[in-house]
């Protein structure tokens, strides 16, 4: 007995040994160094300093924040801006990491597949640094010398932060998890009030909360290029959605296709190279062209001296431009150009998805305008939480331009090169106001107030719901069909034109027995248009299977 109790502890060890081995030789061999950096004693060492009321420095950088949006400038050596973030924004940093570590275990439940992962991403994303310019090397590897690295166990700490940039797009590749949606607008000066041109956006992120609260302005001045505005979240140094010294403003949305990169630049740095380089159009498209992008996107692009839009939509083998038409483009997740629209992957994508419902929409607001948009009305645009023709679908529906899931809104003005950018939480919050000419806290620019779906209460009631749901959820997979039912009678009230307390409250009665009971909320699901294709079949099959 105890030799064979010796055996298991001597395999134990032997397990350990290995699995240490093998870690410690994929780090080695396969992850990217730190480059070279230089980066003064005195920015990691001296405290932050306040500049004025409200305004805090670090080297020739400073931060503020304004009604709950965190802004920053930052301008040096690269390695120093990135010291200086790490440095203004540590905590922030560490929630946010834990939010999408705790995101991609939700689709990898248990340690050993984590681990597996993260090694899987470290070998197959190797050459990676090759597509990532000096300047984000560097820029990252000062928010390592500023930073705490708390997932050790994942990889090395720089070569994580190199693997985020692409992590949505791998995610969608390899997990198939899209954790990306958005929508995208822009409008010519002759169909606004003020004359200016106008582009709005909204990007949804499944990772968390903590991107919505933690959402950050970056003025960035780099050493060579334009200056820029990136909205996106402390520690992202690509660009989502940003503008830049020229008036040109672009906006990134994840697409869909069945071409497939190995490896290739991330389609946020991509982006950032556009407002870098690109003062014209003409430029950005051809910055976009020649990228060796890693996946598929669309690229929603904007001049305010040119008074014109585009939207490139890319893929890693092909590129297809539209312009806008008769003063408008839009684009979405998914591609309507001939050369990439009948794309399988995209046709796919568009029948189970709400991308297509989410830009009909759209247009629809849009030319309720009338040619009279303005600023506060791109806004209200953005807040939408109707179906198309105005139809009631309940808070949070996902084929809404306002599901309640953004981590960020943004409304640019291409003329006066200003952002108006959401406070938390997703488009409800107010529409603060942030210059690319001079990005100390505006004061003349007026804030657009909050929502009153916020403001109201209603928000509130709205998460109570959402509680509720998740609680039904949880008591449907344990069995407990009453308790499930008591959750959604419960809440239901509270949101009543959504589908989801009726569908899974159809699965329970079902499961109960209870069949005329369990039809009529299946129907009435169905009345209430499910977003998802899957969900659809899923209200069909169980009602065919109870009419037997």
């Known amino acids: 007995m105890r030799r064979f109790q010796g055996w298991i502890v001597f395999s134990l060890i032997i397990i350990v040994l290995l699995a240490v081995t093998l870690t410690w030789g994929i780090d080695l061999l396969f992850a990217p160094r730190l480059p070279a950096l230089k980066i003064p004693p005195a920015v990691l060492k001296n405290p932050v300093t306040r500049h004025q009321v409200g305004i805090y420095q670090l080297a020739a950088c400073y931060k503020y924040e304004r009604e709950g949006v965190k802004a920053c400038s930052l301008t040096g050596p690269p390695e120093v801006r990135g010291a200086v973030l790490g440095r203004f924004y540590t905590g922030n940093i560490a929630e946010l ?74 995610c ?18 002759q169909l606004t009030e003020q004359g200016h041109p106008i582009m709005g956006r909204s990007f949804d992120l499944v990772a968390g909360e903590k991107f919505d609260r933690h959402k950050l302005v ?23 959605s940003g503008m830049n010294e020229a008036g040109l403003a672009v906006a990134v949305l994840a697409g869909h296709s069945r071409d497939r990169g190995k490896l290739g630049t ?4 991509a982006a950032r190279r556009v407002l870098t380089r690109a003062g014209t ?3 950005a498209a051809q910055i976009i062209r020649e990228a060796e992008v890693f996946s598929s996107a669309s690229f929603l692009i904007g001049s305010g001296p040119e008074d014109r839009f585009i939207v490139v939509e890319k893929t890693p083998a092909r590129t297809a431009i539209r312009e806008m038409k008769k003063g408008i483009a839009l684009a979405a997740n998914h591609f309507i150009t001939p050369k990439l629209g009948p794309d399988q992957a995209n ?17 629809e607001l849009i030319h309720k305008e009338n040619g009279k948009l303005t600023i506060t009305g791109a806004v209200r645009i953005l807040r939408d939480c109707r179906g198309l023709f105005g139809r009631e679908l309940g808070l949070g529906n996902r084929s809404v331009i306002n599901s309640l899931t953004a981590v960020h809104a943004v409304v640019f003005d291409l003329a006066d090169k200003i952002a108006w950018v ?3 939480p997703h488009q409800l919050g ?13 004061r003349k620019e007026k804030i657009i107030a909050a929502d009153p779906l916020l403001t109201s209460g209603q928000y509130n009631e709205y998460l109570v719901y959402k509680h509720g749901l998740r609680e039904a959820e949880q008591c449907l997979k344990k069995r407990k069909y009453q308790e499930a039912l008591s959750w959604l009678l419960e809440v239901r009230p509270l949101n009543p034109n959504d589908y989801h307390t009726f569908l899974l409250a159809g699965k329970a009665l079902q499961a109960m027995g209870r069949r005329d009971a369990a039809k009529y909320n299946f129907r009435k699901a169905r009345q209430l248009q499910p977003v998802f294709f899957r969900e659809r079949i899923e209200i069909e099959g169980r009602l065919h299977e109870l009419n037997r």
């Open 97 to 170: 990491e834990t939010s999408l570590i705790n995101s991609v275990s939700r689709a990898l439940p248990g340690f050993i597949f984590r681990w597996a992962w993260a090694r899987y991403v470290i070998i197959r994303n190797r050459g990676l640094r090759v597509f990532i310019p000096e300047e984000i090397q560097h820029e990252l590897g000062g928010l390592v010398a500023a930073t705490k690295d708390q997932y050790p166990q994942y990889g090395p700490y720089y070569s994580r932060l190199l693997n985020y940039l692409v992590m949505p797009e791998l």
């Open 172 to 189: 969608n590749a390899k997990l198939k998890k899209a954790l990306t949606r958005g929508l995208a607008f822009g409008i010519s000066a």
């Open 218 to 240: 970056m003025f960035i001045q780099p050493e060579q290029g334009y200056n820029f505005i990136s909205v996106a979240w402390p520690g992202m140094l690509g660009v989502i």
């Open 266 to 269: 991330p389609v946020y740095i």
């Open 281 to 283: 159009l003409a430029e």
């Open 347 to 363: 046709q796919d994508y568009q029948r189970e998805s709400a991308s297509v419902s989410r830009l009909r929409r759209l247009a």
């Open 422 to 424: 959401s406070a938390y």
């Open 430 to 442: 107010a529409f603060i106001p942030f210059s690319v000419d001079d990005f100390l806290p505006l």
